[in-house]
């Protein structure tokens, strides 16, 4: 069991589980016409939970193989920590996502906002694949929904007049940067910890 507690390590399986009722909830018993843009909305967020329980249980090892490749493959210190991931997942996804749809009754930005994530968070799996020339956590999941869906509801929303261009710019720049300052965290986490190694080797 992960040295935070039982929440740290089993939150991705509360997330699976939660996901089910959610699909059975959206298909069986929606308030929301299915397959319109706000039932796509609220898709997102058991489509998202399926993806974190493929990045940190099965096949698992995301937070891991992200170390090794921000550390360059040094061990001793963690750059994304359990209580990150936590709260990176549950915080940013779990508690922003159905915000972000409620807020959509103000304007449509919000909603743009939430599918950039989604689309950006999946072609960031993409890349790295290709990058690294291998599969990583939570790039199946990426790739047969996270990005389809996103990609569907933005377009649809600009050909349907939903959006307007302006809107549409708007959402996805706010999304981009919001995704962005994960990394630039993470950046940043990375150097402090290469300046740290510095100093230990100097002493």
Known sequence: MSEHGFWYEH???A???AAIFLLLLLFLNS???IGSFEWLYW???PLYMIHQFEEYVYPGGFKEELNKILLRGKVSREILTDK???IINVGFIWILTPVLIVLGVFSIIFPVILMTLVTFNGFVHVIAS???RRYNPGLFISLVANIPLGLYVLIGLGLNALASGMELFI???IGVILHMGLFIVLG???RKYNRISLSDIEK
């Open 31 to 33: 308030k929301v016409p």
């Open 130 to 132: 290709i990058r690294f």
């Open 15 to 17: 997330g699976l589980i």
């Open 84 to 86: 990150m991931v936590l």
């Open 171 to 173: 959402g996805i720049l």
């Open 188 to 190: 940043l986490r990375t």
């Open 11 to 13: 939150w991705p399986k």
């Open 43 to 45: 898709l997102s967020l």
